[in-house]
């Protein structure tokens, strides 16, 4: 737009003056009834309802969501940002549908200034507005018609508005650049778009967008749509660029960008399923040679995802930007996903095994989206699983089919299973289904029960109705919905036919209900009986064996569970139902079968607890390395065996037996698994004589398999690379001399030539620097803050920043936490990580504890009680605690601080978790502590 745009103001000198002017306009408008087409406001001053706010006094009462009756049809939306004065400003007209005659409208708002508006009824004629409210609490901006009420029809809500661009990096943000440069992004998800521009801020109000972006002219802008105009205004050396306007859509997927990119290109192939289209991949100009891996994996996931859905990619192009300021890892807006760096930019010669497979995932669960969430999206927040269960299981499949190699769908055990089924066995976790309102609740539902449980059941699911049908089931739900919203049941419901090909007298929903409508999971206990029968039976599975709680879910705590099991003679993929109103199942094998192990590959999701017997008998397997037991069995072994162990159900001995077979175990997952395994049970013994034994124990367990390693440059294929990055770590981590001495060596002399002389392999810079500065000298851990400072590949950095927390001496660590603060040193995304890494070291534990409590006003201005990464803070730093004193501090903290925000339940799974831990000192530590010790002697004697 023209330059007539500079006189609304920006900074907040002239928006004083220009709510002044306002206020006298205002009030001349209403004392004179004058007919006017337009009149202005200062919402924020001038016209609060006090009596709104305190007429509600409990948040509970309050009704955080807009009327279905009134319904936005189109934004037409323009937003200018000033990088230079970090402030924005915009106009948006909304058209709507009155649905019913009312007396007021409501849009979200926060955090904007409103300096004008006005409403018109679709053929433009003006209608009088009586007042307008801001009612912050509920951020929400209020129009008034008064006695006058607005008829059923088509209106036009016209508002301008101005907002500031530094004030975190949610909304409409800048992002700092190298050399002092800046650029604008967006981040909507969940509820930031109404940081942005005034709207509908819910996810089932789709509307269209004609966005048009004002920017320097050097400069790009991107938006979810194609340009389709630009005009360069020489005066202000602005551009104005209009893009298409869009498919209807949620809020919550509009981005706006704005900065001075280059990109790659390539077309991508439907294969007759739409129109071929581009995918462009954007980042920093000195940074486009790290594209090349997003841009091709993005491409083959594309061409996979359109196959799979067989529905056409929705819009006429797909972007793709790295941007350095990011809250999460990526959102998936629509024709333009956003990335954190770390999530998108390779650079081949720096760049580990897994930081690439970290990317593709993180890419190929975005593009998953690009149908499934924004063609057909959640209704409400109650169901963010649908979204996120979902992209977090394609992610896999589409992995799995462009890079086999990668064996994703075994790691998806180590990757999302497995650490689900410890946050899902707590009284602290909830229903994947689960009812949110408020905006912390909902930020708060983006976790790993919406996430990784999520995905887990809907793999359970393909597992049981077969990969064909679930492609199909979901192909007909997308084209069914498309441009719209849905609940689970419409999910199910698209799934149900081909269900019932396989199971006719069984409800897919009811099945499916059991799982997403209750917390927790079940565990399957084998009991044998006489004629080679085997009896299971269920019940739920908890941690902390003298949990109790109420019954308060519709399926009383039990389960439709899918039985798949092994014998010594076959594997038997064929269901076995086992209805959570039936008491028991059977399973009847030939006389000369064996049972060997239940549920395959840990497609179910739930545990499985055999008699002592069995458990020899299964060790026995493992160790003969029976080929009954995939790759995906051996690992699922191992966590159940710990998990039951962990909760009093199987004696340690037992999971600890199972470890001995690892000599022999020579793949990735399983020993991923174990490592996962080792290192809880560290967490637990730290501070006792017991933990030496440990290491002795895992330096013994991976002796053999340590010599075949090589420390030099190898050609390994991707997932033997893992393994090796794995077992060389366990030795440095376990502290076997030879791998000390090489890491300290290799480290030093990377050190002393500044990072230079010496070349470590991607794979091994993870390891190398963490472990050679274990020991480190102030001076050394001076020498790596300053190349830290230098670096440029943010892969690298995240290695030093995580290497920079290793030292043992406190007084390192306290230097790091205090240069960590300064956003010139480390960015506001990456401070709560460093805070994590340095309270996973024992030595900085207390320390990050002492800061956090003493910091924790600072902490909320910088990133808000709406963070769920602040919240999620708490959890993660306590994770370790095992003592009461440690508790009461927790207790006396959470008291002292009783606004949560969107921490509230993060805040819970931590004093519960903490509670268990001092539980297990006093169950396990001694059981533990002397089979270590038993088993030690033992080698030593040999
Ligand atoms: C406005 O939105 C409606 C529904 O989303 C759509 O059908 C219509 O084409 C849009 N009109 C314009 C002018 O964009
Ligand atoms: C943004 O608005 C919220 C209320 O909706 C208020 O508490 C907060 O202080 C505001 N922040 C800024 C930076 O204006
Ligand atoms: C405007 O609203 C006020 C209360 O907020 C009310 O007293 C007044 O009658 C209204 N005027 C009209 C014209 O509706
Ligand atoms: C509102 O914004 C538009 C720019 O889109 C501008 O033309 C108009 O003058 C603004 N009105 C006021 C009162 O600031
Ligand atoms: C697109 O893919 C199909 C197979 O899926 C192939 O036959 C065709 O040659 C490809 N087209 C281009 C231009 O690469
Ligand atoms: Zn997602």
């Not at 970290?358 to 149908?371: C, D, G, K, P």
């Not at 036919?497 to 799982?515: A, E, G, R, V």
């Not at 001995?653 to 020993?671: C, G, H, M, N, R």
């Amino acid at each position: 737009m023209k330059s007539d745009m500079m006189s609304w103001a920006c900074p907040h000198k002239v928006i004083v003056m220009l709510s002044l002017l306002s206020f006298s306009l205002f009030v001349s408008t209403i004392a004179l009834s004058v007919k006017s087409t337009t009149h202005r406001v200062e919402g924020n001053i001038l016209s609060t309802d006090i009596s709104k706010k305190t007429k509600t006094k409990e948040d509970h009462v309050i009704n955080y969501r807009l009327s279905r009756d009134v319904r936005p049809l189109n934004y037409t939306l323009i937003l200018w940002p000033d990088l230079e004065r970090r402030c924005f400003k915009g106009q948006v007209t909304i058209r709507m549908r009155v649905l019913r005659p009312t007396t007021n409208i409501e849009v979200h708002v926060k955090n904007l200034s409103i300096n004008y508006v006005d409403f018109n009824d679709d053929a433009n004629r003006f209608v009088q507005i009586n007042t307008t409210n801001l009612i912050p609490k509920r951020e929400v901006y209020e129009v008034q018609f008064g006695h006058n009420e607005i008829s059923e029809g088509v209106y036009k809500l016209t508002l301008n508005f101005t907002g500031k661009l530094d004030t975190g990096i949610v909304g409409f943000y800048q992002s700092k650049l190298r050399g002092g440069l800046s650029m604008v992004a967006s981040k909507f998800q969940p509820t930031y778009a109404r940081q942005a521009f005034p709207c509908f801020d819910e996810p089932d109000f789709k509307a269209t967008y004609d966005i048009t972006l004002v920017k320097p002219i050097d400069y790009v802008a991107l938006s979810n749509m194609n340009e389709i105009s630009k005009s360069v205004d020489k005066s202000t050396k602005t551009e104005t660029v209009t893009f298409a306007t869009s498919v209807p859509m949620s809020t919550y997927l509009a981005c706006f960008v704005v900065c001075n990119f280059d990109y790659k290109e390539t077309l991508i192939n439907t294969s007759g399923i739409g129109k071929d289209f581009t995918l462009r991949s954007f980042a920093q100009k000195q940074q486009t040679h790290k594209i090349d891996f997003a841009q091709d994996i993005g491409k083959r996931a594309t061409e996979f995802y359109i196959k799979y859905y067989e529905v056409p990619y929705p819009l006429p192009k797909l972007d793709m930007i790295a941007i350095p300021d990011y809250v999460s890892g990526a959102t998936e807006h629509w024709g333009l996903i956003t990335y954190r760096e770390t999530s998108f930019l390779v650079d081949e010669a720096t760049t580990s095994s897994q930081n690439k497979i970290s990317v593709a995932n993180t890419i190929a669960h975005e593009l998953a989206h690009m149908w499934f969430g924004n063609l057909v999206t959640m209704k409400w927040w109650d169901e963010v699983w649908l979204n996120e269960g979902f992209a977090s299981y394609m992610q896999v499949k589409s992995l799995n089919a462009i890079e086999p190699s990668w064996t994703m769908l075994d790691q998806f055990l180590t990757k999302t299973l497995h650490s689900v089924l410890v946050t899902d066995a707590k009284l602290s976790s909830h229903p994947i289904v689960q009812k949110v309102e408020t905006p912390d609740q909902i930020t708060a539902i983006f976790d790993s029960i919406s996430y990784n449980k999520g995905a887990s059941i809907l793999r359970m699911l393909e597992g049981f109705i077969g990969e064909e049908n679930f492609r199909k089931g979901v192909s007909d739900y997308l084209k069914k919905y498309k441009y719209g919203n849905t609940v689970t049941q419409e999910l199910l419901s698209s799934l149900e036919p081909y269900f019932k090909t396989l199971y006719p007298h069984l409800s897919l929903k009811y099945i499916m209900d059991t799982w997403t409508r209750q917390m927790g999971y079940p565990l399957i206990t084998v009991r044998p009986a006489a004629n080679n029968i085997y009896i299971l039976t269920q019940s739920r599975f908890l941690l902390d064996p003298a949990a109790t709680y109420d019954d308060d879910s519709e399926f009383h705590y039990r389960w439709y569970v899918p039985i798949t099991y092994s014998t010594s003679k076959e594997k038997r993929d064929d269901i076995l139902w086992f209805a959570d109103t039936s008491d028991s199942v059977e399973i009847s094998l030939s006389d000369d079968e064996k049972l060997l192990k239940i549920n395959n590959n840990q497609m179910g999701y739930y545990r499985v607890n055999y008699p002592l017997d069995m458990w020899s008998q299964i060790i026995e397997q493992l160790k003969v390395k029976s080929n009954m037991l995939t790759i995906s069995d051996r690992a699922h072994l191992l966590d159940d065996a710990f998990a039951l162990s962990d909760a009093g159900i199987l004696p340690y001995d037992i999971a600890l037996s199972l470890t001995q077979y690892l000599p022999v175990e020579k793949d990735f997952v399983p020993w991923e698994t174990a490592s996962a395994k080792f290192s809880h049970l560290s967490k637990k013994l730290i501070n006792t004589p017991a933990y030496e034994n440990l290491k002795k124990y895992v330096q013994h367990l991976i002796s053999g398999l340590y010599t075949e390693q090589s420390w030099e440059k190898t050609n390994l294929d991707v997932i033997q690379g893992l393994l090796r990055t794995r077992v060389l770590t366990l030795a440095a981590s376990s502290g076997l001399p030879d791998a000390e001495r090489r890491v300290r060596n290799m480290f030093l002399n990377w050190l002393n030539s500044h990072g230079t002389n010496t070349i470590i392999e991607p794979d091994l810079r993870s390891l190398i620097y963490y472990y050679g500065m274990k020991h480190a000298s102030a001076e050394d851990w001076e020498k790596l803050w300053a190349l830290y400072l230098q670096e440029e590949d943010v892969q690298e950095q995240t290695k030093l920043r995580s290497a920079l927390s290793a030292p043992e001496d406190v007084a390192i660590l306290k230097r790091y936490l205090n240069l960590a603060w300064d956003e010139k040193n480390i960015r506001s995304q990456d401070y709560l990580n460093v805070l994590q890494l340095i309270s996973t070291n024992p030595s900085g534990n207390g320390l990050v504890w002492d800061e956090v409590r003493n910091r924790w006003n600072t902490l909320v201005d910088r990133f808000t009680l709406n963070s769920r990464y602040l919240g999620n803070l708490i959890p993660a730093i306590t994770s370790g605690f095992n003592t009461e004193k440690q508790l009461q501090e927790m207790i006396s903290f959470f008291e002292e601080n009783s606004e949560a925000g969107a921490g509230a339940s993060a805040r819970q799974r931590a004093l519960e978790n903490v509670r268990n831990n001092i539980k297990w000192t006093s169950s396990h530590q001694s059981t533990v502590a002397s089979w270590l010790e038993n088993y030690v002697k033992a080698i030593k004697s040999i």
